[in-house]
């Protein structure tokens, strides 16, 4: 297993102070982002305020609950419940939502207000976007259709991200007692981990089937540099979708599957261990960082930690801690002036010669980045109740 022997950890004391300056930024942030939303991305480091119709709203409602969790502030809470009721009035309204980022959505927006103070919208939007999420569900193939209408051959795919947009289906069961939500989650985790996980332990973003048999056919990249490489943030949703899944599963075999999957993320690393977009990339590449993944593989390895036997532990909470402190010293925003974001240096989606990506939110802020920079952080400051 790689070890990072010389990199420091991220102690008591620095966590805090980051959650301090987290929490200011989100509270002057307030008076342009209660009624709208950031941006996915920031522009020059800056978020523009948006109408809620992106994938990626939910993050940023997702950070102000965090905020209020660690300072109590009641403006949070107020701001929370308005986000919510657009939570609310979106899934009703059917507002952008005929995708899989159902999850990304509900979860920390929705599900956390109703875990942390009770909030029967956000519980009653919460469900709706459940049942939205089964809705994308193929029977023949089983699994969860990322994006697109269901009935082309080219949207026929389900991509590695959905792994965190099903613990909102776990949720659902749990809630109504209707065991589908469940049934349809389980069913999704088992098609793509037998598929999106190569023999090296690398990933695919996305993998396609056959639309008559639904036999896995073959995998793609969508925002990574080429087929066959490792996309940075792929990887990273692969390190915490495994830790879920066992979560919510209890089966051994993602215990294994995390650690490799773990494993190939570190040993990808450049010398700060922030990674490039793609892991493909390393120190001396004239290439962006995707700051966002590092956050997301630390919240995923705080997650399994939970889960494994004692002697085991202290590895991986050394590793979070270190990926941590690296964010904090280099990557976290400290002065408002130069942006109203938590975290520079994430990649969003990258063009390269290989891809159908765009060229956007390269080298910013993302809201992503923002959002799980803070969960790590809670994670660390204290036991946790997920959103997730
Ligand atoms: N889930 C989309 C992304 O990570 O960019």
């Given at each position: 297993m790689i070890t990072f022997e010389n990199k420091p950890e991220i102690n008591a004391e620095e966590i805090k102070d980051a959650l301090t300056f987290c929490n200011r930024q989100i509270l002057n942030n307030l008076p342009q982002f209660t009624d709208k939303f950031q941006k996915a991305y920031s522009e020059g480091g800056f978020y523009q305020p948006v109408e809620n119709d992106d994938w990626t709203c939910g993050f940023w409602t997702g950070e102000i609950w965090l905020a209020y969790e660690f300072s109590g502030d009641e403006r949070l809470k107020a701001a929370g419940e308005t986000q919510i009721h657009s939570f609310l009035e979106r899934i009703e309204n059917k507002i952008a939502v005929d995708h899989h980022d159902m999850g990304f959505l509900y979860s920390p927006s929705c599900v956390a207000g109703y875990k942390l103070i009770g909030s029967s919208e956000g519980r009653k939007a919460a469900i709706l976007a459940a049942d939205q999420l089964i809705r994308r569900y193929h029977p023949i193939g089983e699994f969860i259709q990322a994006w697109g209408p269901m009935d082309a051959p080219e949207n026929y795919r389900l991509i590695i991200d959905c792994l965190l947009n099903l613990p909102l289906l776990y949720w659902a069961s749990e809630e109504t007692g209707d065991a589908k939500y469940r049934e349809i989650a389980e069913k999704h985790i088992h098609t793509a981990v037998a598929n999106v996980?190569?023999?090296?332990?690398?990933?695919?973003?996305?993998?396609?089937?056959?639309?008559?048999t639904g036999a896995p056919d073959h995998g793609a990249t969508c925002q990574g540099y080429r087929d066959g490489s490792a996309w940075a943030r792929g990887q990273a949703w692969g390190v915490y979708g495994m830790a879920l899944a066992y979560k919510y599963t209890g089966r051994e075999e993602y215990i294994t599957l995390f650690k490799r999957v773990t494993e190939y993320f570190l040993t990808h690393l450049p010398e700060d261990m922030v990674p490039f977009w793609d892991l493909e990339f390393t120190d001396g590449d004239d290439q962006p960082r995707d700051s966002s993944s590092a956050?997301?593989?630390?919240?995923?390895?705080?997650?399994?930690?939970?889960?494994?036997?004692?002697?085991?532990?202290?590895?991986?909470?050394?590793?979070?801690?270190?990926?941590?402190?690296?964010?904090?010293?280099?990557?976290?925003?400290?002065?408002?002036?130069?942006?109203?974001?938590?975290?520079?240096?994430?990649?969003?989606?990258?063009?390269?010669?290989?891809?159908?990506c765009n060229h956007y939110g390269v080298d910013e802020c993302n809201l992503w980045g923002d959002y799980f920079y803070m969960e790590a952080l809670t994670r660390m400051d204290k036991e946790w109740e997920l959103y997730w």
């Open positions: 996980i190569r023999e090296d332990a690398s990933t695919w973003h996305t993998f396609f089937f056959d639309m008559e956050s997301i593989a630390a919240c995923g390895i705080l997650e399994m930690v939970k889960y494994l036997k004692p002697e085991e532990q202290g590895y991986y909470k050394k590793i979070a801690r270190q990926l941590v402190k690296a964010l904090y010293d280099h990557y976290a925003v400290k002065d408002m002036e130069s942006s109203n974001g938590l975290v520079l240096h994430s990649t969003y989606s990258n063009h390269s010669p290989y891809n159908t």
